[in-house]
DNA sequence: ACCGATGATTGTTG
DNA sequence: CAACAATCATCGGT
């Protein structure tokens, strides 16, 4: 029975080539003693296949059909078969179950809240939204851009969905072809279904390579889309003359001190149709500018005071003239740089706010 | 096509 | 962290 090994290292010259073989310490101990019938019978296949390599194509097939009606053709194939499965499960165990890929994942993620690999329509609804935040509010204005940027999205989704389906099908046949092949072979060479399904899974491995490296140009793909259809700078659209009256006439009124409180600019907001944001932005670049050119704003700061003072003075004739507390001044001092009343003053040296000094 | 206006972003400062 | 300052990129009128 020793003999085994050396047979089955023999075999792999014949019908296994290209595979490793066996590990060194089995083909030892090839010492038989005793001049057993079996024994003899084994040497004499052992010596039929060791030299099988050295006859002509024609005379090595007659041998190997003869070896294989061999009456111990059978049990020996079942050996093999045996210690192959033992040496696979070995391999095997040493790379068992590697752990899911975080940048897969990543990838996943990103796909799946940019619509692309979701479900089929209202998929995008995600980042539609985030859109929809992004380009502040109003949405009339920016459903022509949306619908680009929703055609160009379904575009690169459709591409990746045909590529992976592709790639999923040419894994299919190319698993199938490479299964029946196996299948095939596992007549004449030992294949437990053990390596057939690790050699699947390896072909599954190399293709979910090539997936990724799909999945990672699509989500570049939508990363670009995005940058250049939602980035607020690029499509921006000015304020409606409404909204922006709501805010010069706000900036001009507190003129002393325009620096809406967190509620103030709720509200402000509200009133507009923009976020928050916006209208901290909108505060920002009007305080620098005015700022920078005073004389190039005072006719606007004359218009929004005038209409404010004319609003307070309706509002006065009308009710009681209780609280207009820094409104009506707000056009006195406005226009000769004049701090106006004591509590706006303070305001005024703590902010260093310097407007009103030409 | 040009150019000033304008909303947004980026980097710095207190 | 909010405000400032500089800058970007587009809008809108000419």
Redesign the pocket.
């Known amino acids: 029975m020793d003999e085994q090994p050396r047979l089955m290292h023999s075999h792999t010259g014949v019908g296994m080539a290209g595979h490793p073989g066996l590990p060194q310490h089995m083909q030892e101990g090839t010492g038989g003693t005793d001049g057993d019938g079996r024994k003899q019978d084994i040497g004499d296949i052992l010596q039929q296949i060791m030299t099988i390599t050295d006859q002509s194509l024609d005379e090595a097939q007659a041998r190997k059909h003869a070896l294989n009606c061999h009456r111990m053709k059978p049990a020996l194939f079942n050996v093999l078969c045996e210690i192959k499965e033992k040496t696979v499960l070995s391999i095997r165990g040493a790379q068992e179950e590697e752990p899911p890929d975080p940048q897969l994942m990543r990838l996943d993620n990103m796909l799946l809240a940019e619509g692309v690999s979701g479900p089929e329509k209202g998929g995008g609804s995600a980042a539609a939204a985030a859109a929809a935040a992004?380009?502040?509010g109003a949405g009339a204005d920016n459903s022509a851009e949306h619908s680009d940027y929703r055609a160009k999205l379904s575009q690169i989704r459709q591409i990746y969905h045909t590529e992976l389906e592709k790639y999923e099908q040419a894994c299919n046949e190319f698993t199938t072809h490479v299964m029946n092949l196996l299948r095939e072979q596992s007549r004449t060479r030992p294949i437990s279904p053990k390596e057939i399904e690790r050699m699947v899974s390896i072909i599954h491995r190399k293709f979910s390579a090539i997936q990724m490296q799909l999945k990672q140009s699509t989500c570049e793909a939508v990363m670009i889309l995005r940058s250049r259809f939602l980035?607020?700078?690029?499509?921006?659209?000015?304020?409606n003359k409404q909204?922006?009256e709501i805010l010069n006439e706000y900036f001009y009124s507190h003129l002393s001190n325009p620096?809406p409180s967190?509620e103030a600019k709720e509200e402000l907001a509200k009133k507009c149709a923009?976020?928050v944001?916006?209208v901290?932005?909108?505060?920002?670049?009007?305080?620098?500018?005015y700022?920078?050119n005073i004389g190039?704003f005072q006719e606007e700061a004359n218009m929004y005071a005038a209409r404010t003072a004319v609003n307070a003075a309706n509002a006065s004739s009308h009710g009681s003239q209780a609280n207009s507390p820094s409104t009506p001044n707000s056009f006195i001092w406005g226009f000769f740089n004049i701090p106006p009343i004591p509590c706006l003053y303070e305001k005024y040296l703590q902010?260093?706010?310097q407007f009103t000094l030409a």
């Open positions: 992004a380009s502040g980035d607020a700078r690029r499509k921006r659209r000015n304020f909204a922006t620096y967190e923009i976020t944001a916006q901290s932005n909108w505060f920002g670049n009007k305080r620098i500018r700022k920078k190039k902010h260093k706010f």
